[in-house]
């Protein structure tokens, strides 16, 4: 279930920085499970980008960077580039569902 | 690089069994937990559950009577069934492992279209 709410879009030009937030609760983000984040590109499977709140795989430009504060993480893309326009989800584990759950996802635009 | 490769029906009529297999190839995925992903429109992604090597399995409570997911560690393939599928059940499904040390989604297959429809 999509139960970690996400801004719907955000927008930047070539170049700017632009953070997505992942709103969750004491149940699932705020219980200390780690936050992992996607890039998904239509008609694709979606790719790990940050696991482990900050941690970026192997091949992942570093331009991609997570944070995690309290029962909320964030996503931020530093000189944003036309490439990076894709779909963006969080994803945790959570301990009143029983059940990893997502992100609703974030629709990156670069203008 | 590991590589997920899965197969099934597409198309089912309401109150049929879904029926899906995936096979696991290259580089190193021991340990790994093998997932099954869902991702529609209505309901986004949502996880179904997962299976270990040994036969172990964790489903999505809102799933768990009508998942059964199955491994067959000779061929490195496991399977997910999903009975008595309603039009709710439409979706791209997604076989996926899961990394035991950080919790995270790390490889994932093409996805299989499966719509049902009456």
């Known amino acids: 279930q999509s139960v970690l709410p996400q801004p719907p879009s955000v927008s930047g030009a070539p170049g700017q920085r632009v953070t997505i937030s992942c709103t969750g609760s004491r149940s699932n983000i705020g219980a200390d499970y780690g936050v992992h984040w996607y890039q998904q590109f239509p008609g694709t499977s979606p790719k790990l980008l940050i696991y482990?709140?900050?941690n970026r795989p192997a091949g992942v430009p570093d331009r991609f960077s997570g944070s995690k504060s309290g029962t909320s993480a964030s996503l931020a893309i530093t000189g944003l580039q036309v490439e990076d326009e894709a779909d963006y989800y969080c994803q945790s584990y959570d301990s009143s569902l029983r059940s990893y759950v997502f992100g609703t996802g974030t629709k990156v635009t670069v203008l | 690089q590991v590589q997920l490769q899965q197969w099934g029906a597409g198309v089912l009529k309401p109150s049929e069994t879904l029926s899906l297999t995936c096979a696991v190839s290259g580089g190193s995925f021991s340990g790994y937990y093998w997932n099954w992903i869902r991702q529609s429109p209505e309901k986004g992604l949502e996880w179904i559950g997962q299976i270990n090597h040994s036969g172990s399995t964790n489903y999505n409570p809102s799933l768990k009577s009508r998942v059964t997911m199955s491994v067959d560690t000779s061929k490195n393939q496991f399977s997910l069934r999903l009975t008595s599928v309603t039009a709710a059940d439409t979706a791209v499904y997604f076989c996926v492992l899961r990394n035991p040390s950080s919790g995270s989604f790390d490889f994932w297959g093409q996805g299989t279209l499966v719509t049902v429809s009456s």
């Open positions: 482990g709140n900050t």
